[in-house]
C-alpha cells in the first residue's frame, strides 16, 4: 500500500486512509475493533465499538466480501477473524492496479499549460519545467546549467537534439572544466564551460524562457525565486544576452558532427550553425533562402545559390565581428547576397526559410 500512499501511521492516519477505500466511521470502527483482538464474537466487537449487534453482523457480511475478514458462521457462537494485514495490502494493490489500464484508458492527457509570466518557489518545479520546455523544443535551445544536472536530463537533452533541434549547453561553475568528454556526446549540437556560477537560463524557440539563480539549484533549501517567460518579444533579448554576454567567454568542449542533408530550416541560426560545421570540414553547401529583401515590402522570393562564407561564433573558429551575428553569403548566379534571418538589417536579404543541400 506504500506504492500508493504515504501516511502517518498513528490511530488518525490509519482511519483517514480507510476512508479513502470507502470505509464509513462506523465500518473503520467495527473494523478495527476486530484487527485489534484477532478474532472475537460479535458481542465482544459490539462493546468495543459501541455498536449494536446487529450491525456487527451486518457489516462484518460486507468486510468479508471485501477481503477484511473471515466470519466463521459455521460455528456457534459466530465468530470474527481479521484477515492477516498483508494478505488485505495485497488484494487492496491488485484492485489499484487492476484499475490502473481503465483509468489510463479513460484519461485524457492534456499538455501543461504554461503562463506567461511566472514566479516559481520550488527547486522541483524548475527540473521539471525545464524537461517540460526540452520536451516542446522544435528549432532552438540555448541553455546554462549546472554539471551537476547534467545527468538526469542527459536522456531528454538526447532526444531533444535527435530531433534535429540545435542546442547549445554552456555548463557554469568550478567544477565544468572537468566534465569528461565523453558524457558530452550527444547532449547539444555543442557544449561549452565557463568556470564562473552563472544562473540557469534556458530558451526555447525565441519565445519560452526561465531563469534561476545558481544556488536554487545548487542547494534544495535556498530561498531563491525562478521566474518563467512566455514572451515573444522578451525571450529574444535573453537569448541575446546569452550570445552576447556568456558564449563568447566560455570554452569549446564538444562540438557535435553536421546532420543529414538536405534539410529545410525555420531556425535561421541553425540553418547557419549546419553551414558552418561543413564548411569546416571543406564541404560545400548549396543554399535555398526564401524571403524578401532587406528594406523591401515586396513579396516573398527565393534565392539560391553556393555558400561561399559564414559569419557565426557559434562554434571554432568564430568569423563573426559581432556577438549575435549570425549570416552567411551566397553565390546566387555570379552575384553575392549576404543572408540574415528574421529582423535582418545590414544583411541583403532577410530568410524565412533556408534549405540546405
Same mark, same amino acid.
Given at each position: 500500500? *506504500?506504492?500508493?500512499?504515504?501516511v502517518n501511521m498513528?490511530?488518525r492516519?490509519l482511519e483517514d486512509l ?5 470505509l464509513? @466511521?462506523?465500518e473503520i470502527?467495527?473494523y478495527?475493533?476486530?484487527?485489534e483482538r484477532g478474532?472475537? #464474537?460479535?458481542?465482544?466487537?459490539a462493546?468495543e465499538?459501541d455498536? $449494536?449487534? /446487529?450491525?456487527v453482523?451486518s &457489516?462484518?457480511?460486507?468486510l =468479508?466480501?471485501?477481503g477484511?475478514?473471515?466470519?466463521k =458462521? ?6 470474527i477473524?481479521?484477515?492477516?494485514? @498483508?494478505?488485505?495490502i495485497?488484494q ?8 490502473e ?5 479513460r484519461?485524457?492527457s492534456t499538455?501543461? $499549460?504554461?503562463?506567461q509570466f511566472?514566479? &516559481? #518557489?520550488?527547486?522541483? !518545479?524548475?527540473? #521539471? /519545467?525545464i524537461?517540460?520546455l526540452?520536451? /516542446?523544443a522544435?528549432e532552438e535551445v540555448t541553455? &546554462?546549467?549546472?554539471?551537476s544536472l547534467?545527468?538526469s536530463?542527459?536522456s ?7 530531433r534535429?533541434?540545435m542546442v547549445?549547453?554552456?555548463l557554469?561553475?568550478p ?7 565523453e558524457?558530452?556526446d ?6 561549452? *564551460?565557463w568556470?564562473?556560477?552563472?544562473p540557469?537560463?534556458?530558451t526555447?524557440d525565441? @519565445? ?8 536554487m539549484?545548487?542547494?534544495s533549501n535556498?530561498e531563491a525565486n525562478?521566474i518563467?517567460?512566455?514572451?515573444q518579444q522578451?525571450v529574444?533579448?535573453?537569448?541575446g *544576452?546569452?550570445f ?5 567567454i566560455?570554452r569549446?568542449l564538444?562540438v557535435g558532427g553536421?546532420?543529414?542533408l538536405?534539410?529545410t530550416? !525555420?531556425?535561421?541560426r541553425h540553418?547557419v ?5 561543413? $564548411?569546416n570540414q571543406? @564541404?560545400?553547401?548549396t543554399?535555398i533562402?526564401?524571403g524578401?529583401?532587406?528594406g523591401s515590402?515586396?513579396d516573398?522570393e527565393?534565392i ?6 559564414? /559569419?557565426?561564433g557559434?562554434?571554432?573558429?568564430a568569423t563573426? *565581428?559581432?556577438?549575435?551575428? $549570425?549570416?552567411? !553569403? ?8 549576404s543572408?540574415?534571418?528574421s529582423g535582418?538589417?545590414i544583411e =541583403? ?9
Amino acid at each position: 500500500m *506504500s506504492k500508493y500512499f504515504t501516511v502517518n501511521m498513528d490511530g488518525r492516519g490509519l482511519e483517514d486512509l480507510l476512508e479513502q477505500f470507502g470505509l464509513s @466511521e462506523k465500518e473503520i470502527d467495527t473494523y478495527l475493533a476486530i484487527l485489534e483482538r484477532g478474532e472475537a #464474537k460479535a458481542s465482544e466487537i459490539a462493546d468495543e465499538a459501541d455498536v $449494536s449487534k /446487529r450491525y456487527v453482523y451486518s &457489516i462484518s457480511e460486507e468486510l =468479508d466480501e471485501r477481503g477484511f475478514v473471515e466470519v466463521k =458462521d459455521h460455528e456457534v457462537p459466530t465468530k470474527i477473524r481479521a484477515i492477516a494485514p @498483508e494478505d488485505v495490502i495485497e488484494q487492496l494493490s491488485g484492485t489499484l492496479d487492476t484499475m490502473e489500464p481503465e483509468l489510463e484508458r479513460r484519461f485524457t492527457s492534456t499538455e501543461e $499549460s504554461i503562463k506567461q509570466f511566472e514566479v &516559481i #518557489k520550488s527547486r522541483s !518545479t524548475v527540473l #521539471k /519545467r525545464i524537461e517540460t520546455l526540452l520536451e /516542446r523544443a522544435e528549432e532552438e535551445v540555448t541553455l &546554462i546549467l549546472p554539471p551537476s544536472l547534467l545527468s538526469s536530463l542527459r536522456s531528454t537533452l538526447v532526444e531533444t537534439v535527435e530531433r534535429d533541434v540545435m542546442v547549445l549547453l554552456l555548463l557554469s561553475g568550478p567544477e565544468a572544466e572537468e566534465t569528461p568528454v565523453e558524457q558530452l556526446d550527444g547532449v547539444a549540437s555543442a557544449v561549452r *564551460s565557463w568556470q564562473a556560477r552563472a544562473p540557469m537560463i534556458i530558451t526555447v524557440d525565441a @519565445e519560452f524562457g526561465l531563469i534561476a539563480p545558481n544556488e536554487m539549484l545548487s542547494a534544495s533549501n535556498a530561498e531563491a525565486n525562478a521566474i518563467s517567460l512566455v514572451q515573444q518579444q522578451l525571450v529574444p533579448v535573453i537569448v541575446g *544576452s546569452f550570445f552576447g554576454n556568456y558564449w563568447p567567454i566560455a570554452r569549446e568542449l564538444y562540438v557535435g558532427g553536421p546532420i543529414e542533408l538536405p534539410k529545410t530550416f !525555420t531556425s535561421f541560426r541553425h540553418a547557419v550553425l549546419q553551414a558552418a560545421l561543413r $564548411s569546416n570540414q571543406g @564541404e560545400t553547401v548549396t543554399a535555398i533562402a526564401t524571403g524578401r529583401t532587406v528594406g523591401s515590402e515586396t513579396d516573398t522570393e527565393t534565392i539560391q545559390g553556393p555558400i561561399v562564407s559564414v /559569419r557565426q561564433g557559434m562554434v571554432k573558429p568564430a568569423t563573426n *565581428s559581432f556577438p549575435v551575428e $549570425s549570416a552567411f !553569403t551566397l553565390d546566387d548566379d555570379g552575384e553575392s547576397v549576404s543572408v540574415g534571418g528574421s529582423g535582418a538589417f545590414i544583411e =541583403d536579404f532577410e530568410a524565412e526559410t533556408v534549405r540546405l543541400e
